[in-house]
């Protein structure tokens, strides 16, 4: 025959059973995803980043045009070194930008901050349709243009990490990846837009026109685009999630002081770190066949203006229902996964491509090409809700904001000018090749160290969901797995706290 007996606890020991039990998830708590407020948020977001590509589109298209206007004077390699310095310099504000608008859009809102960078970014880019050349006022027309680019760099140092912010805080958790998607799908069609009309425009003018004023139209037509896009913003309500948040501050009667700036980069020095290895990943590969591509082909290998232009814009017409592709399957896959596929795709595919796109003939070029632009999809298509997912909700748009910007600063923006310098130094037509390879080995290290995302709620926010429905299985999930840890918990208390004796 046996008994039991039950060992009293210990002194000063912890048990289950005294700590203080989480609050119950209930319907309330959780946030109810409005369709219609989604997909008006979603095109928002991807408007405004639409209007910043479109102005990149439009600038790399004329890049060649550009150096003739405003750099004269001086050989082809080094009017294109001068007119991607430009482009780079403004990419040396944006951390700025990240540092003034990041902060401000975790105090005063989302949408309103991102109305702001929307007027910005507008008349930055119309002003550079302004500008005399080079011929009429000398050395005040590439400072000008560089002024015009600074504010451009400030302005969209807000940009990105808030409409990534922004569709990240309004989408359902099983539907985050898709909806991010969306952001870069109006990346891809900005840029084409912007280079379709420099296509065109170089088609339909003869050079003289092109080179005296026809460059001038697409930066213009900025003006129109941007009223549109701040009419839209401006119609939007902040996002569930920063409603939530403030919500939250206000019913607290001593609420916690808002985390510094150099408290924020300690505390989320981790995510940090991430954010920045998963961006430069990100851009090098977009700057590479957006903005460097066009120019090589054309300044580099020789083909004609008109076939540099249409091949890239192929590819990108391509890309468009790639990126969205990827975010439908990221949220099923995992965004790791995806992230991951893409980083080894370009460790062991760039040279490959880089050796097709250098024979010059115009199909192994787009085969090139278009390989480099379905691997850069499986980035397009993830990291809109992959970085926003990295931050809790009170920091988020600051910690997004600076870590984007600073590392598009370092090494995104500046990829063109450094891949153009390292070919015109080195003699290497594969220079490219090389610097997509360390960012891919960058990318697939940070990648390995950073957490799943998918179809969870963010960091710092409550669950979100489609329907009411949908909500009360959630509750009833969580519901079911608490009183089973519950009864896992006291089984292991009571294995533990019961002898057999003989």
């Known amino acids: 025959m046996s008994h039991t007996t039950e060992t009293a606890p210990r002194a000063g ?18 946030t109810i995803v409005d369709k219609d407020l989604l997909k008006r948020a979603v095109g928002a977001a991807a408007l405004g980043n639409a209007m910043e590509w479109f102005d990149f589109g439009v600038y790399s298209y004329l890049a060649v045009t550009i150096g003739k206007v405003f750099f004269p004077g001086s050989n082809p390699a080094a009017q294109l070194i001068a007119t991607f310095g430009a482009f780079a310099a403004a990419f040396l504000v944006r951390p700025v930008g990240g540092l003034v608008f990041g902060p401000l859009g975790d105090r005063i809102g989302r949408q309103k901050v991102l109305a702001i960078t929307m007027i910005m970014m507008s008349i930055g880019t119309f002003c550079i349709g302004l500008i005399p050349s080079y011929v ?14 600074l504010l451009q760099g400030f302005s ?61 139209i697409p930066f213009f037509i900025a003006a129109p685009l941007g009223l549109f896009g701040l009419y839209i913003r401006l119609k939007l309500e902040e996002t569930p999630a920063f409603q939530k948040h403030m919500e939250k501050q206000e019913a607290l009667e001593h609420s916690k002081p808002r985390l510094g700036l150099l408290q924020m980069l300690y505390k989320y020095r981790g995510a940090m770190l991430k954010c920045i290895g998963l961006v430069l990943l990100f851009n090098v590969s977009n700057y590479m066949l957006t903005s460097y591509m066009p120019s090589y082909l054309t300044g580099i290998l020789g083909l004609s203006e008109l076939s540099g232009l249409m091949l890239v814009m192929v590819v990108m017409f391509v890309m468009m229902p790639l990126t969205l592709f990827w975010g439908h399957w990221n949220d099923r896959l995992g965004r790791r996964p995806v992230i991951g596929l893409g980083a080894i795709g370009l460790m062991v595919l760039a040279l490959p491509c880089l050796m097709l ?23 397009s298509g993830s990291m809109p809700a992959t970085l926003p997912a990295l931050f809790s909700t009170e920091v988020r748009y600051s910690a997004l904001a600076i870590g984007f910007n600073v590392s ?15 070919v015109e130094k080195t003699h290497n037509l594969m220079m490219p090749a090389y610097y997509l390879m360390a960012a891919g080995l960058i990318g697939l290290i940070t990648v390995i160290t950073t957490r799943e995302t998918a179809r969870k709620p963010l960091y710092g926010s409550a669950p979100a969901v489609a329907t009411e429905a949908e909500a009360r299985n959630l509750v009833q999930k969580l519901r079911l797995r608490r009183q089973r840890e519950q009864r896992q918990q006291t089984e292991q208390h009571s294995d533990n706290n019961h002898t057999v004796l003989p």
């Open 357 to 379: 796109i250098g024979t010059g003939n115009m199909l192994w070029v787009f085969v090139g090409l278009m390989i480099l632009g379905v691997l850069h999809t499986c980035f």
């Open 156 to 216: 969209t140092g807000g940009e990105y990490g808030g409409a990534a912010t922004f569709i990240a805080e309004y989408s359902t958790d099983n539907r985050r990846g898709f909806m991010g998607s969306w952001l870069e799908f109006g990346t891809l069609g900005g840029y084409l837009l912007g280079a379709g009309l420099v296509t065109g425009l170089t088609a339909a003018l003869p050079g003289d026109n092109m080179l005296s004023w026809g460059w001038r």
């Open 13 to 30: 020991k912890k048990h289950f059973w005294n700590k203080k039990p989480k609050k119950e998830l209930t319907v309330d708590d959780i």
């Open 408 to 422: 598009v600063s370092l090494f995104g923006g500046t990829t063109p000018l450094l891949t153009t310098w390292l």
């Open 136 to 149: 009429s006022i000398g050395i005040l027309a590439p400072v000008l243009l560089l002024l015009a680019r």
